[in-house]
């Protein structure tokens, strides 16, 4: 049976290796009381994502982003430091940038006009003389600083637990996958313009269930495979084949091959000769570089992400990031973004916007009807105490699960277990 | 914005209440989800969109990611998908109220007029109703056959579509 099981069982999740049952129960999703728990143990312990280095291009960059319920300022100074900060004047606590992105040397709150640099000291008040000398000696009144703030491979991730492990060693495993994705660009990744910024009224948890669930694709999705059948030439012959892992820490993933072209590279015919050349180049950049068994891995695979506990990385017929926050039970805030390697054509990248939209967000042909699912699962809960538990046992009795069963699920529903029942240290 | 006017010789002279009348025609083929007629203002070769709202007047679908930006192909593959069931974001099928007012000719291209109106797209599933505010900036090519659209870009008036959720509906 399963190698992975905990053969544990506790008043959330029941993972019984021996007979093969995997439940959780449905007042992890329901419950006020289960999401002021999840804010401490997991949301102000684990590492969060926070922007992309791409978003900072310039000395004096800056976008505002709200992770976890709080505001901050993710910037880039002048010294081309890369800072992140409470978005709150230590004065009276008015947020001091009121913008969603643009270039500033200087913070100025707009209430009583105190100013902040942009490596967050305060370097101005209007009125000085009237406070004492040494006012600020001891740099309490700057900006607070997010201490912990951390990239990898152009992703930064902050935390708000000072003595969390480094991010390094917190993505252990799941760097290998986010390797495959940020290997496609030459010359490193960039957000493509435009960020999607919805809400679904369901527990953050099941989208990161929904996110690597190979299982739904066939029946949720009917639509948009009748919408690929229907395109002339958008399609190669691949089928669908792959499967699950568990990374460690949480974190999980479904490789598989697929039809759909990719960017990065799998060429269809409805690219025409354009942009078979363009693959063509990416595919001998790649061999060059990575070798041919990695480049092909690279290229023809797709790879569903999930970097414990709330950023999905998917690499399928376009690179999607997707952060969420709680922000009920029942309703989740979403940012979606499409990655991109920079040096890429024009035409490649009106490609990849096009195959982004065509599946993915709230407006594609798939996402509303997972938003739509999500919702009717959620408001199903309403119904708990006569059915308390889902089911997430599909591909335990296998060696290697594959893509439509649900070990990628388990993985990140025995951390999330682990880290909601562990004893508290003592402070 | 400055009008320019330079209409074809043989344009059929259009009025705002001509394009009033059009849109509010638009407007009910959409609240009757009678699909198919609707895809029939359509051109061959438009294009629909509605950008994400931190987009630009200058942002394309080419440099920027959008909600929706269907060619003529995945429109017709957008209302064929509305139709089914198996759209299950729109079955059961929400109810819509679409409104279009401050109708306005901008510019005049040969046959091709710019029009712009802003619009209040009401939509109730579930019991919950969303409310889709922006403005709807029209290329309305007008033939012998009577005018066709385009290009319809949507562009909400909001900072974020948290309070709509999805656009699973045509606003």
Request: proline share 3%; glycine share 8%; hydrophobic share 35%.
């Amino acid at each position: 049976m399963e190698k992975q099981s905990t053969n544990s069982r506790s008043q959330y999740v029941i993972d019984d290796g021996n007979s093969g049952l995997f439940k959780v129960a449905r007042k992890s999703f329901v419950d006020d009381a289960v999401l002021a728990d999840e804010r401490q143990r997991i949301f102000e312990r684990c590492w969060l994502y926070l922007g992309h280095e791409s978003e900072l291009a310039k000395p004096g960059d800056f976008v505002t982003r709200v992770i976890s319920g709080r505001n901050l300022i993710f910037n880039r100074d002048r010294g081309g430091a890369v800072n992140a900060f409470y978005n709150t004047c230590t004065h009276r606590g008015a947020m001091v940038c009121r913008e969603a992105k643009g270039n500033a040397k200087v913070f100025q709150c707009f209430y009583h006009g105190w100013a902040f640099s942009d490596e967050g000291r305060l370097i101005d008040q209007p009125g000085k003389e009237a406070y004492c000398e040494g006012f600020n000696d001891n740099g309490s009144s700057n900006l607070a600083r997010l201490e912990r703030l951390e990239n990898y491979r152009g992703l930064y991730f902050l935390n708000f637990d000072r003595n969390a492990v480094p991010l390094d060693a917190y993505l252990g495993g799941v760097k290998e996958y986010i390797d495959l994705v940020m290997d496609q660009a030459e010359t490193g990744m960039e957000i493509a313009g435009g960020t999607q910024q919805y809400a679904i009224d369901a527990n953050w948890k099941l989208l990161c269930e929904n996110s690597i669930d190979g299982y739904h694709g066939g029946v949720t999705h009917a639509t948009y495979m009748d919408y690929l059948a229907n395109t002339v030439g958008s399609m190669t012959n691949s089928g669908l084949g792959g499967g699950g892992r568990q990374l460690g820490g949480g974190h999980a993933v479904i490789e598989y091959s697929a039809p759909w072209g990719r960017p990065v590279a799998q060429h269809v015919p409805a690219w025409g000769e354009d942009g078979k050349q363009d693959i063509v180049a990416i595919m001998a950049r790649l061999t060059r570089n990575f070798g041919e068994e990695r480049a092909r891995r690279i290229a023809l695979m797709n790879r569903n992400i999930l970097i414990f506990p709330n950023l999905v990385l998917n690499d399928i017929m376009a690179i999607t990031l997707r952060a969420f926050y709680p922000i009920a039970p029942d309703r989740m805030h979403v940012n979606a973004w499409a990655l991109a390697p920079r040096e890429e054509t024009p035409a490649m990248r009106e490609r990849r916007l096009f195959n982004f939209l065509e599946f993915l967000g709230p407006g594609g042909f798939a996402t509303p009807d997972d938003v739509e699912a999500l919702e009717m699962c959620q408001r199903g809960y309403k119904n708990m105490h006569a059915v308390a538990w889902n089911d997430i046992s599909k591909g335990m009795n296998r060696e290697q699960p594959g893509t439509t069963d649900e070990l990628q699920m388990r993985a990140f529903w025995r951390q999330w277990n682990s880290l909601m029942t562990a004893k508290e240290a003592t402070e | 914005m400055s009008q320019t006017m330079t209409k074809g010789a043989n344009a059929p002279e259009m009025t705002r209440h001509d394009f009033e009348d059009f849109l509010y025609m638009e407007a009910a083929l959409l609240d009757e989800w009678r699909l198919n007629e609707w895809l029939a203002l359509f051109t061959d070769d438009a294009r629909y969109m509605v950008p994400s709202t931190d987009c630009t007047d200058a942002s394309t679908p080419a440099n920027s990611l959008f909600y929706i930006a269907d060619d003529r192909f995945r429109l017709g593959e957008r209302v064929l998908r509305l139709n089914k069931k198996t759209a299950h974001a729109e079955w059961p099928r929400s109810k819509t109220r679409h409104t279009v007012h401050n109708v306005r000719i901008r510019s005049v291209e040969g046959n091709v007029y710019a029009v712009t109106c802003n619009f209040v797209t009401y939509r109730t599933k579930n019991d919950v109703t969303n409310t889709y505010i922006g403005h709807h900036e029209y290329k309305i090519v007008v033939g012998a056959q009577g005018p066709k659209i385009q290009e319809k870009r949507s562009v909400l008036d909001l900072d974020s579509i948290r309070a709509l959720g999805k656009i699973s509906i045509i606003i």
